[in-house]
């Protein structure tokens, strides 16, 4: 039987959801954990029944592949020695947090050849994929706005959990961090942004990047959006996609759809449309299928998409993620940087001057 060995780099609060994933796939093998904390790894490595090794190049010796959960501005440096040591690199998002580093870690595995990709985990969620497919099919007739609100909460403590979090060089802010996610799905549903106008504020921690941003999204379709992200909003709401075009809207909370309704013949519905405006969306969504848990799911998404990577491998052929698409959703959130230091100017994401 073949299988695919994977090491997972950095045992902090992400690493349990790869190593359990990685016991439960067929063909994959947990071989082992790192961490440049060695009581960290030792005790994932006794939680998972695995080794933990002494060093990277130990880990390297024993593994084909790497799971990067070490803190955002790492993965390109840490992502680029295994990619040297000829190992395919499964990063956790973002991609990295500046954009020189993550083309660097693009270009070493294209050289190397060596698979990269990058952890988006909601691209696998079932209803995300269905309003994917919607989208590119027309459903919606004429894309005009797609918007994506992020209001989560993170305190102070949260931050102070680790000195990388909240810093422009190993997290950024709350676009980097949280946002990053939902700002990939809209990117992505619509077919890519042309540019972005934005401004961003440190408003209610102590910390060096955004836990606040505002931004205008120029579709490359044509269509508009906003993003709004905070990590300010007690107590935390579900993340949320609205998406209208002619002739139909969607409203996705959380990777579920929460409002849908299209139609074919809505240039003929009256002046008013159907009149949807002055009904409230209910609190159940649409689909009727059943509603996994929240965590439930996160567990499900990263499991698909590990699974992805693992048989990308075996098949020899690109994941379904490929690493070089992560890094639209951080020339968007970089380009949001740069128009909140200008004044919130248009910044055409692939001309922005800030790496
Ligand atoms: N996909 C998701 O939903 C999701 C959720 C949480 C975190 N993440 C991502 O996972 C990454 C890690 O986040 P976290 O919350 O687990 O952080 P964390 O601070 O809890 O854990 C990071 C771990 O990496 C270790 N580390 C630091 N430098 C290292 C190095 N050079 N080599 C090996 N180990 C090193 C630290 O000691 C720590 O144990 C971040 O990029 C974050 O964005 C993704």
Not at 8 to 32: E, M, N, P, R, Y
Not at 250 to 275: S, T, W
Not at 293 to 305: A, M, R
Request: negative net charge; glycine residues 10%; aromatic residues 6%.
């Amino acid at each position: 039987v073949k299988e695919v060995r994977f090491g997972v780099i950095g045992c902090g609060a992400i690493h349990s959801t790869h190593c359990k994933a990685l016991q439960a796939i067929d063909q994959a093998v947990l071989a082992g954990v790192y961490d440049v904390e060695p009581e960290r790894a030792n005790a994932a490595a006794e939680a998972f029944g695995v080794p933990a090794f002494g060093s990277l190049d130990e880990m390297f010796d024993a593994v084909d592949a790497v799971n990067l959960c070490v803190p955002s501005g790492l993965h390109s440096e840490v992502g680029i020695r295994a990619a040297k040591a000829g190992k395919h690199v499964l990063g956790e998002k973002p991609i990295d947090v500046k954009l020189d580093r993550a083309l660097r870690l693009v270009d070493t595995c294209k050289t190397e050849g060596v698979l990269l990709g990058t952890i988006s985990q909601h691209r696998f969620a079932p209803e995300i994929l269905k309003i994917h497919q919607m989208v590119k099919d027309g459903a919606f007739g004429k894309l005009l706005q797609c918007d994506v609100y992020v209001k989560w909460l993170r305190t102070q403590e949260y931050y102070d959990s680790g000195d990388w979090r909240g810093t422009y060089d190993l997290d950024g802010g709350c676009l980097l961090n949280q946002a990053v996610h939902t700002i990939d799905l809209a990117q992505w549903m619509m077919g890519g942004v042309d540019s972005v106008q934005g401004i961003v504020k440190t408003m209610n921690h102590n910390i060096e990047a955004e836990d606040t941003a505002l931004a205008i999204t120029q579709y490359s379709c044509g269509a508009f959006g906003v993003i709004q992200a905070t990590t300010n909003a007690y107590p935390g709401f579900a993340e949320r996609i609205e998406i209208n075009g002619t002739e139909g809207s969607v409203i996705i909370e959380a990777d579920y759809i929460k409002f849908l309704d299209v139609d074919a013949d809505a240039a003929n519905a009256g002046p008013y449309g159907k009149g949807i405006q002055s009904q409230p969306v209910g609190n159940t969504h649409t689909t009727g299928g059943e509603q996994l848990p929240q965590t439930d799911l996160w567990d499900v998404l990263h499991k698909s998409q590990i699974e992805d990577f693992k048989n990308a491998i075996l098949e020899g052929r690109e994941p379904r993620l490929p690493g070089r698409e992560a890094v639209e959703p951080l020339r968007i959130i970089l380009s949001i940087y740069e128009s909140s230091k200008m004044g919130g100017r248009s910044v055409p994401i692939h001309e922005m001057a800030s790496a």
